[in-house]
């Protein structure tokens, strides 16, 4: 019989794998590599790697560009030489971005003249930086161009992803990723979608989250389809792009599905070769709006970045489920460690016991979680009791079904009753005005957390007071005190909702708040006199429990 480890793959076996195939399989702009070009292009790079990495030094390879075809090859390079590729966020500056460059002992960066600004003053000892549109560029490859893809250096176990993944406080944590994690989720993936050679992944997210390469290109490198590539993510390039590749698979991380329904509509938006979306944060309104209007089902899924716990969705999963969960793990209250239990919903599908049934997903069971570089206190954080802990609320129901409930530092506290903020923007969602909505808490003295919502769209206080009115599973404490009214809504460079700045904020800000005094139901400006203190006038639950904004049902 076979070992486990003889049976695990790596990824240099896969990109291997697409020497001697001339189908095309890499798509950028104008830009067409076949899989075998790519193949070749990943051979010599990883030549050029072991030649340029000093003796002794970490083999971590830091690249610092958008989503061009650099990118999947230096992956491939790395695969091959058994190195690991960090990936620079491009969003960060100074001593920030320096941080994560000497932090993961990155020797030497990949990068091209339009980031080279942010690298520029910066004490990067011992980095050496390579322009990949310079002509040194071109001349260190040149001798190495003929090199074929050899897969027999590379092991399971080697690092090939130091990836990035930050918390609500502290710098950002580098995740591991091995190759034969890597390989694994991609092949899981494959199986879960049927993913087809004649395939193409449209990457539209930003290839140094490890959203775009987990969930985007490994499963197309294990399937042998093709990738077609977007610089950066543009909701109005999207459907064109997908119509120019053939796209017919995409990832999404935070608001893109926002960003790309508030597009014009068109009579011909159906007319795309998609046939699925994959990702995270869309929401059930959202996801329906985008199934209407182009035609293609989008499949929210879980997986902690750091892969210490998935959830997959199956048919039969019920709405605004992730999925069931699998052996091992399960909803724990993090102060008790006992498993919460389940949750009851009214004929309207109100979550009524909300403050007992959301905790924390751990996984009990097996994980993959390979730890943080160099963090041995963050790596505490996520595994211990023997346990892993994602650190995202969820609830089940009784059928063993999970629905995810938001990050445990979106949880707010209201009157004593804990509410999950990602249940409370779901129903603000619906919201006509509504193009995108984060919710929040606000400090309270008296109540402990109040609710806040930013809403980037248009915005009538009376009709949102109707609206709310309205909503059918609409708990007595989760209607907002606070609306923010914003232009944009304030994202990550992974275009999730940058919640530390709105929560850092509050309602001392710059954009037009909106706010309810106790005791009435209406919105009205907040005012210069009313932001020295309404948090301290606020009063307790009598004043949020009654005031027409019950679910009708109830």
Not at 8 to 13: D, L, N
Not at 34 to 62: F, S
Not at 111 to 123: E, V, W
Not at 242 to 250: L, M
């Amino acid at each position: 019989m076979e070992s486990r480890e003889s049976t695990r793959r790596t990824v240099a076996e896969l990109v291997a794998e697409r020497w001697g195939d001339h189908r095309p399989g890499l798509w950028c702009e104008d830009l067409v590599l076949t899989h075998h070009e790519t193949a070749a292009g990943a051979a010599a790079r990883a030549a050029l790697l072991a030649d340029l990495l000093p003796p002794g030094a970490e083999p971590h390879v830091g690249v610092l560009l958008d989503n061009t075809p650099e990118y999947p090859l230096w992956l491939g390079a790395a695969a091959l030489a058994g190195a690991a590729v960090a990936g620079i966020n491009p969003t960060r500056r100074g001593p920030e971005l320096a941080r994560d460059i000497l932090h993961t002992e990155c020797r030497l960066v990949i990068t091209g003249h339009t980031h080279l600004p942010l690298l520029s003053g910066l004490q990067l000892p011992g980095v050496r930086l390579l322009l990949t549109d310079s002509q040194e560029y071109e001349d260190l490859l040149a001798p190495y161009t003929t090199a074929e893809p050899d897969a027999s250096r590379a092991t399971p176990d080697d690092r090939l992803l130091l990836y990035f993944t930050s918390g609500s406080t502290g710098a950002p944590k580098a995740a591991i990723c091995s190759q034969g994690r890597l390989a694994a989720a991609g092949a899981s993936l494959v199986g879960q979608f049927g993913v087809r050679r004649e395939d193409v992944h449209y990457i539209c997210m930003p290839m140094f989250h490890g959203n775009a390469v987990i969930a985007d290109w490994a499963p197309a490198l294990a399937a042998g389809a093709g990738v077609a590539l977007r610089r950066r993510f543009s909701a109005s390039g999207f459907l064109a792009d997908v119509r120019k590749y053939g796209a017919t698979y995409f990832t999404y991380v935070g608001r893109a599905v926002q960003y790309i329904l508030a597009t014009e509509e068109r009579a011909d938006d159906r007319d795309n070769p998609l046939r699925l979306g994959f990702g995270t944060e869309a929401g059930a309104v959202d996801a329906a709006a985008f199934e209407r209007r182009f035609g293609v089902r989008l499949v929210e899924g879980y997986g902690s970045s750091e892969g210490g716990a998935a959830v997959q969705w199956s048919p039969g999963t019920p709405p605004g489920a992730v999925g069931r969960a699998a052996p091992g793990l399960v909803v724990l209250d993090p102060h008790t460690r006992k498993e919460c239990p389940p949750a009851a919903f009214d004929p309207a599908g109100l979550l009524l016991n909300g403050d007992e049934a959301i905790g924390e997903l751990v996984n009990q069971g097996p994980n993959p979680f390979e730890g943080y570089w160099r963090n041995p206190a963050a790596e505490a954080e996520r595994r211990h009791d023997g346990w892993y802990w994602t650190g995202d609320l969820f609830y089940r129901d009784a059928d063993g079904y999970l629905y995810f409930a938001g990050r445990s530092d979106d949880r707010l506290r209201v009157d004593s009753e804990n509410l999950a903020a990602a249940m409370i923007e779901n129903i603000l969602a619906r919201y006509e005005g509504a193009d995108a909505v984060a919710v929040y808490a606000v400090p309270d003295p008296v109540t402990g957390d109040q609710v806040m919502a930013a809403i980037a769209g248009s915005f009538d206080p009376a009709d949102f007071a109707g609206f709310l009115a309205a909503q059918p599973d609409l708990g007595t404490k989760m209607a907002p005190r606070f609306v923010r009214v914003v232009e944009r809504m304030p994202v990550t460079a992974t275009n999730k909702i940058h919640r530390a700045k709105l929560r850092r904020e509050g309602f001392r800000c710059a954009d037009p708040v909106w706010w309810r005094p106790p005791g009435q139901r209406t919105y009205r400006p907040l005012a210069p006199e009313d932001a020295e203190g309404p948090l301290a006038r606020t009063r307790g639950p009598s004043d949020v429990r009654r005031q027409g904004l019950e679910p009708r049902t109830r």
